[in-house]
């Protein structure tokens, strides 16, 4: 039993292993057709069998390798029945027209080289519908467009260009599904996308001249902030597509193949050109478009501490977002208060169009009238390329009531900001009477009236002066005159003896030696050696009264004999009044 | 010859006395009566006749404080900043005490876009300001002159005395009355200085920047606009040297401005 029933088993391994080996090694080369145009494509597969080593295509002369080789190996157990095979595939083009041979192909299988058998391929015209259908790349590069339009590569700094994806196809593609691999980012650009919400595909696209289906699939507005040569990133999208495959269904419709396809298209470069410098105005900020510009108050009545606002207001189509309004320039007695931005702006494809505007709330302080100066607004205009400014008008606020400002140059002496608060400090109205005088008056001052004014006193005073002293003095009594010169002469000669007052002895010999110097002044003769005699007749002979000249001789021999006998009584101030009256006396007579 | 040259003279001056009178024919007016007409023009509203009307006044070398201010005022109503200031500024130099003049000189500081705080004056030139500011320029030399003719007539009578307590009192009178002329001189001398080196004066550009230099290499240091005083310092070719009231100096270049001195 045993034995039946390894036996068998022995079979059927030997029928097992006669059957492999019974089984016909094959190794074909088969071509997608034997006769094409020269625009077209064919494929070639070399399949075997039975896996083997060393493939060696062949040379392929007379046609340009597009493809391959791709290998395809397939292995299958059907009913315990194995099958294998092994393709390696190629897609070729012919170079030229006519028969083209294609060579063999080796492999080595199991130690044996298998060859193909050489194929002889005839190559026509170009045909007007190359290629094989149920090529997906062929079909796809053929009918899907991508493709970034932009309006205007070489823009002014701040100057807004749109760029706008849209993706063309046609049949026989459909597309399922687009994911966006990868999104441009635009790096030296302020950018906004549109929202484009829905997809929807405009089926009258035209594509260089064909008609195609067309999907906007993404809107994008720039402005450059830079100048020279900046660079936009492409878009990548993932397209799922649906492609009609040459197999057909039970009622003859064609079978649909998915396939995946990338594409990408926007690698654009875009030459950014500065604003020219030249007549660049000088409040201009940066604004690139067409603007209108306007100032507004809401009120240009009030009272003094309500506010009023002001606004400035830019409407028109340019860079709205991307620069700064010009600052309000008002009296300084206003209080005014940060702006308020506003800005309503929309951005379509070919800009941003709308308004901004800054509003400043401002309290006046005093009452008055305050002007506020035109302001001026200045923009660069890319389509007429020049500078343009805009100048808002000259307004006017009025405050009604309130307290007014001190005038500025009191307040420095006072208290700082010395407001009057009554209510008759109103604007003043004008002075009806007036006492009109010549404007060119000649000034009194350093005028030769003046001088002449000034100096008539101080001519009038000298004249006086010496009026008095040459014609008044001498008319005088000239007796009283000559007595107070004597008295002055005497004093001067007894100014020595009158300091010698406490001393007798010395006081005499000063007072004789005075008189004597007197004498010697007066006479001009030497009188120390002299008797008293002869000084008595010398003094009468001089016309002098004889009594004076006994007195004073009769006050020398005083002297003498006080010096020479002192002791005895004399009165030392007596006889210094007797001396100076003596030589008054004389000087008198004389 | 000489009676040739006499005749001549006598002709032009004759010639010269039917002009003038003409001129008052043709006019029609005295300066009194278009001051007159000016504020009826400026009472109806009518602000631009009333400044023409005052203008002609000052045309005929006529002036006045009262003149002055109405035209500040018309300017003022005519919402004219830097002519309405200036004219407030000659009111003011006429008659510096006038409240009227003061109060609508206020009103046209407010219009000014230019904040300027002066600097607070010193006590001493505080006190020198109000002991100079007390007599115009003229009635302090007539003061002047009072003092020297006092002295003068002092003296005399002391020269003339002969009682020694009067003569003692004449000449320290006397004495008096000389140091009051010396002071009131010297008040006169320096008030004449100060008007003759200090010259104010309005500015009528409407914005202009204040350089570091007289050229253009300078920096701005800062801008001003119409309507402020300003004090006119040194000149170069287009350039002008000016203070404002803060103390800040600096050039312009061509500016509009209006002198407050003639």
Redesign the interface.
Known sequence: MIRILASRLLVSLLLLSTFSIQAQVSFDAKVSKKRLGLNERLRVDFVMNENGDNFNPPSFTGFQVVSGPQQAVSRSWVNGVQSFSKTYTYFLTPKLKGKITLDQAQITINGEVYKTSPIIIEVTEAVEKPNDPNNIDYITDENIKLVAEISNSNPYLNEGISVVYKLYFRNPISISDVQELESPSYGDFWSHLIKIGQVRVNTKGVYKGEPYNEVVWRKVVLYPQKTGKLNIEPLTLNLSLSVPSNRRDLFGRRLLTQGQKTISAGRRVINVKSLPKKNQPAGFTGAVGQFDFDVILDKDALKATESFQTTLKVRGNGNLKLFNLPKI?????LEVYEPEHKENVKIKLKGMEGTIEDTYTIVPQ??????I?SIQFSYFDPKAKSYKTVRSQ?L?VDVFDGP??????????NAPKQI?QTAD?T??????????????TA????STL?WS??TF??V??LV??LL?RFVLERTEDSGSKKQREAQRLARKYLSSAKKAFHDQALFYEALERALHNYLKAKLKIETTELSKDKIERLLIDKKVNQQTALNFVAVIENCERARYAPGSSVSIKGDYEKASSIIASIDRQL | MIFNLFSRRFRSLFVGFIMIHFLTVSAQNS??KL?KDG?TA??EGDFTKAVSFYKQ??EM???????Y??LG??Y?RL?N?AESIYYFEKAKQLDPDNA?I??????A???????IE?I??SQLA?IQQSVFSLFS??T???I??LW??L??VV??AY??LKTTEWKRFFFFISLLCLFLFVSSFAI?FS??QQQENTQFAILFS?KIDIWSEPNQRGEIQFTL?EGTKIQLLESLDEWNKIRI?NGSEGWIKNAEFRSLKD
């Open positions: 320039n008002v009296p300084n007695t005093y009452k008055g009238k305050y002007p100066p000259d006017l007014i400002a001190a005038d500025s140059q009191k307040e420095i002496t009057i400090n604007f003043r109205f004008i002075l009806l009477n007036t006492k009109l005088s010549p404007i060119k000034s009194f001052w350093n003046f004014l000034l006193p101080v009038l005073l006086v002066y008095k | 300066p009194e001051f504020n400026y009472n006044t000052l070398g006529q002036h006045s404080a009262p003149l201010f109405n005022n018309s003022y919402n900043v009227d003061r109060i609508n000189s206020a009103f500081q407010n219009m000014t876009l230019d904040a002066a607070p004056k505080q320029l003229a302090w030399s007539r002047t002159l020297i003719c002295f003068v003296f005399i020269l003339f006169s008030i004449n409407n606009h009231a």
